[in-house]
């Protein structure tokens, strides 16, 4: 009796093994469907990351780095009160800084940017001091139009005075006296006309190379600018970083506040998350009109999280 239920099990278990062979492949289908639903369930997971390469020339720290990624972090966990990302040094997954042309054509834009901005300030230091130059030469020019209508008032009286004692043949000691001491002050006089004539030209010719200066610093700050804006001035694609699925990398940022925009949206494909279709959204296809010095998800890309999380 004991015997027969052992060839029992025997039989049972060949049974069962024979239905799962024969089964195989809807199985596995099957157990994929449930993993998926229930084990690989997107953000129930912090997805853990180490940092990998940092290239010297973005001068950048491994430590500032990090410190940008965890920022990075929150704007996705805060709305979806869950800790989605968490560093590990010995993580697979890594974010790496990687130096190509991308970031050569940054630090070009970002040179152009420092030209125009110091033609900029010689073009205002220029007019600034051109308007000064300007208030005080007319107001040198007004005093001295007054001097010369005195010396001019003056200078009529004194010849009016030496036709008299001409015409009376001669003035007598005393009124020679006055009249060369008249004679020397309308010279002193002409004199000092003349060096504020010489002061007022120089101010003219020192205003009008102001000008001329200033207008041939407009004329290259334009070029420049057209320039900068042909180069630089568009809005441009996610492509300053990439996921691959297996790492992130981040081949071109301008400063801190952009950098972490990048990872931000780098972060949110490793979440899973696709492009969206409005331009505030953090994970638009393009750069411009999101917040870079303080970005946070937009309703659209919370949207997006909640679906793919399954919140």
Not at 191 to 207: D, G, S, V
Not at 259 to 280: I, K, M, N, W, Y
């Amino acid at each position: 009796m004991k015997k027969f239920f052992q060839y029992l099990i025997v039989i049972l278990l060949f049974s069962f093994w024979g239905t799962m062979l024969t089964n195989r492949e809807s199985f596995r289908e099957e157990f994929k469907q449930i993993r998926r639903q229930y084990i690989d369930k997107p953000c129930t997971q912090p997805i853990k990351y180490s940092i990998g390469t940092v290239d010297a020339r973005f001068d950048i720290t491994q430590a500032d780095f990090q410190k940008i990624i965890s920022q990075a972090e929150i704007v996705w966990e805060d709305p979806a009160k869950k800790n989605l990302f968490e560093y590990d040094s010995s993580a697979e997954f890594r974010i790496n800084l990687v130096y190509d042309d991308r970031q050569k054509t940054t630090e070009e834009a970002k040179e152009m940017e420092n030209q125009l901005n110091s033609l900029e300030l010689k073009h205002d230091e220029a007019t600034e001091e051109y308007d000064s130059l300007s208030v005080q030469s007319k107001k040198k020019i007004s005093d001295y139009n007054k001097v010369v209508d005195k010396y001019k008032d003056d200078l009529d009286d004194y010849n009016r005075e030496v036709r008299k004692w001409n015409q009376e043949g001669g003035a007598p000691e005393d009124e020679y006296e006055k009249l060369k001491e008249e004679k020397e002050n309308l010279d002193d006089a002409y004199r000092k006309l003349e060096k504020q004539r010489k002061e007022i030209n120089e101010l003219i010719n020192k205003a009008n190379s102001l000008a001329q200066k200033s207008n041939q610093t407009a004329q290259i700050y334009n070029s420049n600018l057209n320039t900068y804006k042909n180069k630089f001035g568009e809005s441009r694609e996610f492509d300053k970083g990439v996921y691959d699925g297996k790492s992130i990398n981040i081949y071109q940022f301008e400063a801190a506040a952009d950098l972490r925009l990048v990872v931000v949206h780098e972060l949110g494909h490793a979440l899973g998350l696709d492009h969206l279709s409005q331009p505030a959204s953090i994970m638009y296809y393009m750069m411009g009109e999101q917040d870079l010095e303080n970005p946070k998800a937009s309703n659209e890309d919370i949207l997006a999280l909640k679906q793919i999380c399954n919140l």
